[in-house]
């Protein structure tokens, strides 16, 4: 699970994060008890209507913004470790 | 104006001086920004209520509705070239190139950028005890918490060290803190305030909205946040202007106490202060009544669900690629990707995303995430039902006082009840608020007034009348 979340867990992390998460998915777990079987889920709260607006193209961040911030950047690009070292 | 009156005044009342000519914008300002800076560098003799301070004034012109009056704002929305990490470390060094629309509405209207307030990380937590900035300290007790994620602007306004502040609440993150603080706190209708350049928690759920000392502050506010924006398409044009409220009497009023929420696992006394505040209100010419919300006592299961399944796909982002920091020397651009997560994340952080990513995971999404979304159109039917038979729905705003820093820390589930009384209108994207009912032991109380959608005016018109019969006095807090 912490592979599939991209999340390194050291040996001394994984036994408290494994008992605390049952102690919560046994409390997400009484609703199981519900009979929901002809109710629709939730897809949003407030009904609303026309949220699309114009498809109209306008300016975005220039590169040097949008690059400002990296930890690493290199020949106008985010610059990042080889996938396979 | 002496620099002492000058900070009691309510923001409301500084903005009205400001706009008489009797007051300086600069000398409010940096009345507060002398004691936000303090309590900066106070180190831990202060609350740490903080992550930035103005270094000094903006130029003075004209004031707007807002009148100049300084504002504190949680660290979690953007503001152009100013530190915004959502009080994380993972997001060290971030200065983003653009301003969350929440702020720059505010701003547009006249209120100047004071500071930005400590949170628990990526808002997730109920204590302020999650950051990566350190914990914030009640003003009430020092030893004690002052509720979470937005403590910091939470104690900042209860401290007087700032007018007023922006937070916002997922489960409960205004509401839970303005409680454990004494001061007001609303929670708006899912929508009426766009999320633009807010860092995501769970996009749902998420919502932008005031922390101030009294009910007219917090309608100043708001009235200038609402808006339909483009850019966040959730967001929806608001159908009536927001009021400043003026009632003082509750006749024609009825509210409804549910059973599932004012019982079991609230402690003796905020019970005790939240039914003087029901006995005022009838005092007041409301009618009081019991009403059903049978799906209430399941709306933290489901929340524990959703919420963390939305942060896991939100956090997502956060790679050590476009922004904030990178773990060094990894061996390949996953061990980067994993090493980066892992130190930059907390330990509560990192709870939520693997709690998330379970709940999302092949096979499992059937059994929680869309059991979850069952569970919450089923609380929304209860609260849809009720409003039919009751104007408002009041609870306590949070099961017990401040507790001691530490208190909870071991035992995350212990954590999560604080959010017991909230996370059902969270769920049903309804607007509520929290104010002041009383103490208990020396330490603030909240009453919580939940209403339909777009109710906020006749909401902040009942808090407004009952607000002014409690008449609670928050200024033992102010340091």
Request: charged share 20%; glycine share 10%; aromatic share 6%.
């Amino acid at each position: 699970m912490a592979r599939l979340a991209r999340l390194a867990l050291s040996e001394d992390e994984i036994e408290p994060m494994a008992r605390e998460l049952s102690a919560v998915l046994d409390h997400i777990a009484t609703i199981g008890e519900l009979d929901l079987d002809d109710v629709a889920p939730t897809s949003h709260v407030v009904e609303m209507t026309g949220a699309l607006r114009a498809d109209e193209p306008r300016p975005s961040l220039p590169r040097e913004v949008a690059l400002s911030q990296a930890p690493a950047v290199s020949d106008n690009g985010f610059l990042v470790p080889s996938p396979q070292a | 104006m002496s620099a002492t009156n000058v900070l009691d005044l309510s923001a409301s009342d500084a903005a009205a001086a400001i706009a008489d000519g009797s007051l300086s914008s600069t000398e409010l300002f940096e009345a507060y920004r002398a004691r936000a800076d303090g309590d900066r560098s106070a180190g831990d003799d202060g609350l740490n209520c903080f992550t930035w301070v103005a270094s000094e004034a903006p130029p003075a012109d004209s004031p707007g509705t807002l009148g100049g009056v300084p504002l504190a704002v949680k660290d979690l929305f953007c503001t152009e070239g100013v530190p915004s990490q959502s009080g994380s470390r993972i997001l060290e060094g971030y200065e983003p190139p653009y301003t969350a629309t929440a702020v720059s509405r505010l701003t547009d209207a006249g209120a100047t950028l004071l500071a930005k307030t400590n949170q628990d990380e990526f808002a997730m937590g109920s204590s302020n005890e999650n950051s990566g900035y350190g914990p914030v300290r009640n003003p009430w007790d020092r030893g004690r918490v002052p509720g979470g994620s937005s403590g910091g602007s939470a104690a900042a306004v209860a401290a007087g060290l700032a007018p007023w502040a922006l937070g916002t609440d997922t489960g409960g993150s205004i509401r839970q803190p303005a409680a454990l603080c004494g001061i007001v706190g609303l929670k708006p209708t899912y929508g009426s305030v766009s999320r633009y350049g807010m860092i995501a928690f769970a996009s749902s759920l998420d919502q932008a909205g005031p922390l101030t000392r009294d009910v007219r502050d917090a309608a100043l506010l708001f009235g200038q946040m609402t808006g339909r924006d483009d850019r966040d398409a959730t967001s929806l044009q608001f159908p009536h202007a927001i009021e400043l409220p003026t009632a003082e009497r509750l006749d024609g009023v009825t509210l409804g106490v549910p059973d599932e929420l004012t019982g079991e696992g609230i402690e003796a006394g905020v019970l005790e202060s939240f039914r003087a505040s029901l006995a005022l209100a009838q005092e007041l010419g409301a009618s009081v009544r019991e009403v059903r919300l049978p799906h209430a006592p399941h709306a933290l299961a489901a929340y524990y669900v959703l919420a963390p399944a939305e942060a896991s796909s939100n956090l997502a982002r956060f790679d050590g690629v476009r922004y904030g920091m990178r773990t060094p020397d990894a061996e390949d651009l996953l061990d980067m990707y994993t090493s980066t997560r892992h130190d930059g994340f907390g330990a509560e952080v990192k709870r939520r995303i693997m709690l998330g990513t379970y709940a999302l995971s092949s096979g499992y999404y059937d059994a929680y995430y869309g059991r979850a979304q069952r569970v919450r159109t089923k609380i929304a039917d209860d609260f849809r039902a009720a409003f039919a038979e009751v104007d408002f729905i009041v609870t306590p705003t949070a099961p017990t006082i401040a507790f001691k820093l530490g208190e909870k820390t071991a035992d995350p589930l212990s954590m999560y009840l604080n959010d017991f009384c909230t996370v059902p209108m969270s769920l049903a994207g309804i607007p509520a608020i929290s104010i002041p009912s009383g103490l208990s032991d020396g330490l603030p109380v909240g009453l919580q007034i939940a209403g339909p959608a777009f109710s906020e005016n006749k909401l902040l018109d009942a808090a407004h009348a009952l607000e002014t019969a409690i008449g609670f006095d928050g200024s033992s807090a102010r340091v």
